[in-house]
């Protein structure tokens, strides 16, 4: 008999793994089947289980099943079957991650060069549809920012870089830092190990830049690619993709006010950098929207560019978590900050479809994981990919398109270890976008 983890849930003798505990103590339990009068509230009472029990777990008014007899086909949130000595449930990692959240990382307010307030931006993305904010500006930590803004979780960093390096280059997002950053005659490796010794993590901003000389923006690419210790990096930066398309006036003219026209997603030296670093670590990948809201002068016009609404309805971080926000800073901050530094979270396009529940998943053996996970080559890894919408589904291995389907499903199964990861493709307005990437799910030997 396996001793209980918790005082409030008997588990003996199956041991259910940390997350269906914390499920279970946030809401209530019940049996769906074998003993009808096992139910424990918010953790004061015990469940013992017997093989093929389903546990009924209830949160947040959502019900879940948990744990099944091996023919059940009523629910998809089916974690596995019970038994005597079964520690499904800790080892199934992936289907530990129920919760989606989606976020716009990476923007700007009157803190630097923005053109909102934290409460501004907060409402606005509320009105965007969005769960949670990352703002990061130029070389401030602003403290007493963070929180709960309505139904908006307002995140801060801080994007660093050196201002006296001449071409200026080398934008970092520091993210879970407790205070401000020197960026200042500091070289990229220094800022990033002063991220990591705060107990933060950081990404690498608009790694390629296109600039076209007549808006005299400047190019901000990453030069530093030696360096160690980030977390991964913003494979599609929406103000970088958007300046690229800026060659002349007249061409610029339609896009400020239709940006919508020309936007398609990561640059495809950006996808090809991502699987370089990916052959020798573990890279996340994330997107950001580099929102301002700044109003410019193009010839006679003034008009703000890239507005806040705009952009966070379109370049999108999706994460996945294997809890609920509660409401309360800390808890919550923790669950965006963990599934951003360990990549279980997708990039989406959606302003071209609602990426809301794409996955994609692989089992081996009684194993399964999700984006960001590792997971045994064993006798080989069956992969699923389900998508909400028709897309042009591409799994990649290690670069390689290793498989593809026009659909909303795409099954393969792989014989071999590698990095696998998912890209999704949609038409819109006449063109093809990209419309999600996923991080790898890494099978190892
Ligand atoms: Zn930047
Ligand atoms: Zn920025």
Request: proline share 4%; hydrophobic share 35%; aromatic share 10%.
């Amino acid at each position: 008999m396996i001793a209980p983890r918790e005082p409030y849930v008997n588990v003996a003798p199956l041991y259910l793994g940390h997350n269906l505990r914390d499920y279970v103590h946030d809401g209530a339990a019940s049996m769906a089947t074998g003993n009808a009068s096992s139910r424990a509230e918010r953790g004061t009472e015990q469940i013992g289980l017997q093989p093929a029990d389903v546990l009924r777990t209830h949160h947040g008014g959502a019900e879940r099943y948990w744990g099944a007899a091996p023919d059940w086909k009523g629910d998809d949130h089916v974690q596995g079957t019970f038994n005597q000595t079964s520690i499904a449930l800790s080892s199934s990692t992936a289907t530990h991650m129920t919760h989606e959240y989606i976020g716009s990382i990476h923007l700007h307010t009157t803190a630097s060069d923005g053109a909102a307030s934290h409460e501004e931006v907060s409402q606005i993305a509320s009105q965007a549809g969005l769960d949670f904010l990352i703002v990061t500006d130029h070389n401030v930590f602003t403290t007493g920012k963070d929180g709960w803004y309505g139904d908006v979780l307002l995140l801060v960093g801080e994007e660093i870089h050196d201002t006296e390096r001449v071409p200026e280059a080398n934008h970092y997002l520091a993210l879970g830092i407790r205070e401000h950053i020197v960026g200042l005659r500091r070289g990229t490796q220094e800022v990033i190990d002063a991220v990591n010794t705060q107990g933060g993590f950081g990404f690498i901003a608009h790694p390629f830049e296109h600039s076209p000389s007549f808006t005299g923006e400047p190019e901000l690419p990453w030069i530093d690619w030696q360096v160690t210790g980030c977390s991964g990096l913003e494979i599609w930066n929406y103000m970088s993709e958007f300046k690229s398309y800026l060659h002349s006036l007249p061409r610029a003219l339609p896009l400020i006010f239709f940006p919508q026209l020309v936007m398609s997603g990561p640059f495809r030296e950006t996808l090809a950098k991502w699987d370089e670093l990916l052959r020798s670590r573990k890279t996340v990948a994330i997107a950001g929207t580099d929102a301002h809201g700044n109003t410019y002068r193009v010839g006679p016009l003034r008009r703000p560019v890239l507005a806040y609404g705009h952009c966070f309805k379109a370049a999108r971080t999706h994460i996945l978590t294997p809890r609920s926000f509660k409401r309360e800073l800390e808890h919550d901050k923790e669950l965006v900050y963990e599934a951003l530094r360990h990549g279980n979270c997708f990039t989406a396009y959606d302003a071209i479809g609602d990426a809301s529940g794409f996955r994609f998943t692989g089992q081996s053996g009684q194993q399964t994981a999700t984006v960001g996970q590792d997971i045994p080559l064993g006798a080989g890894v069956d992969f699923e990919i389900l998508s909400p919408l028709q897309a042009e589904l591409r799994l990649l291995k290690d670069g390689e398109v290793v498989g593809r389907a026009q659909d909303s499903r795409l099954e393969y199964g792989a014989g071999e270890d590698g990095v696998y990861r998912v890209e999704a493709y949609r038409r819109h307005l006449l063109k093809r976008r990209g419309w999600v990437f996923t991080n790898p799910i890494y099978v190892t030997s």
